[in-house]
């Protein structure tokens, strides 16, 4: 009797732990909308201008979330794989990325270019390529982020870059390819980073710095954590994503209240600790919970990519339509409501246009893929 309910345990216990990140990836996806619903308040109240640096530390926070998540996740479900040739490995690795992720973001893409005909504005052909590329914008000389067309998917483009690097490492032994990968992320930060004090080209500058960006050290961080997860201890669930909230409360409120400097080095301490235990309590979570704020946190996540994609321009217009409110004062109230409305519309998308259209691409894409020998016998 014991030995047949083993498995059950460890499929028990796996899920409640990627049920756990992708709630945990739901709060992300929160903390992004908050940072840019109180963005969008700040020009009509001038009382919300000393929240400006605090909206995008929010903000980077989340996306910071993301990528030790992305990281992790991108370890643990191709663990299953290692018995796989490397080029089928790496074949059906970058078949889900895609599928994944680049119809949806070709669609944003899509109606962002609508949105802007339709308002007069135009791209040139290499903003547009760049953006269905996932390349950097390098003609915008303004934002170091050098944004694509839909403008929060300058974090895709790095997700993208760690996906081909990270693909490329599926083709090393299992034992070597993610201590490479983590070493190259180290590389072309460290590296990228120490070059830099050395150039005096503006352009090239640019593009140094972008492909050196610190923050991509939290893929690596997920990684690692990947790797020695079967070693933590187990949280209960509500311990572990009441811990998260917590810690990240708890990091927030220290940034207020100390008066932190966003690029201070005290602060990149205290953020990278933080992101970094809070993904250690989601990877120690072996246990599936029922609570209510875990639920809706997990399908808060799982619609987050639609959500993170479509909330700008609803935002914008939530914006502008309330204009007249957020100058009389109600600016709280209006970071509640456009986050609960971008809340609701990534739902919306996610199960009537992701999800079917996740399903037709991968159907079609599967009659193309060869079948491999092991599934066909």
């Keep these: 009797m014991t030995t047949m309910q083993q498995p059950s345990a460890g499929r028990e216990s796996r899920q409640g732990m990627l049920d756990c990140l992708q709630a945990l990836r739901g709060l992300a996806a929160v903390m992004v909308l908050i940072d840019h619903a109180m963005l969008a308040v700040v020009p009509y109240d001038p ?48 078949w889900k990325r895609v599928t994944r992720l680049v119809p949806l973001y070709w669609l944003a893409t899509l109606v962002m270019m609508t949105i802007a005909t339709l308002e007069g504005l135009h791209y040139t052909g290499f903003h547009i390529f760049s953006s269905f590329t996932f390349l950097p914008n390098v003609e915008d000389a303004g934002d170091p982020r050098m944004p694509p067309i839909v403008g929060v998917g300058w974090t895709i483009t790095y997700e993208m870059m760690f996906y081909a690097l990270f693909g490329f490492c599926l ?21 990228g980073t120490a070059v830099l004090g050395h150039v005096q080209d503006a352009e090239l500058r640019r593009i140094i710095a972008f492909y050196s960006y610190k923050n991509m050290l939290f893929f690596a961080v997920g990684i690692a954590i990947a790797i020695g997860s079967r070693r933590l201890p187990s949280v209960p669930g509500p311990a572990a994503l009441g811990g998260a909230i917590t810690l990240m409360v ?18 990149q301490v205290v953020s990278f600790v933080t992101c970094t235990c809070v993904c250690l309590l989601a990877a120690g979570n072996g246990h599936r919970s029922d609570i209510p704020a875990r639920r809706l946190l997990l399908h808060i996540g799982n619609a987050s ?73």
């Design 47 to 94: 009382a919300f201008g000393p929240f400006f640096d605090l909206a995008g530390t929010i903000g980077k926070m989340g996306v910071n979330l993301f990528f030790v998540i992305s990281g992790f996740i991108m370890m643990y479900t191709t663990e299953p794989t290692r018995a796989q040739a490397p080029a089928e490995r790496v074949s059906d690795f970058a």
């Design 171 to 191: 083709l090393l032994p299992r034992r070597i390819g993610p201590g490479i990968c983590m070493a190259a992320i180290v590389a072309l930060v460290v590296g």
């Design 250 to 267: 708890a990091a927030l409120t220290a940034y207020w209240e100390l008066r932190m400097q966003n690029g201070s080095l005290l602060w």
């Design 305 to 377: 990519f639609s959500t993170y994609l479509f909330h700008a321009p609803l935002m914008h217009w939530l914006a502008i339509t309330s204009a007249p409110l957020l100058k009389a004062g109600y600016g709280a109230a209006f970071i509640v409501l456009a986050t609960l409305a971008s809340l609701a519309a990534g739902t919306f998308i996610h199960t009537l246009v992701e999800r079917p259209l996740t399903r037709a691409i991968r159907k079609l894409s599967n009659l193309q893929r060869p079948v491999p020998a092991k599934a066909a016998a």
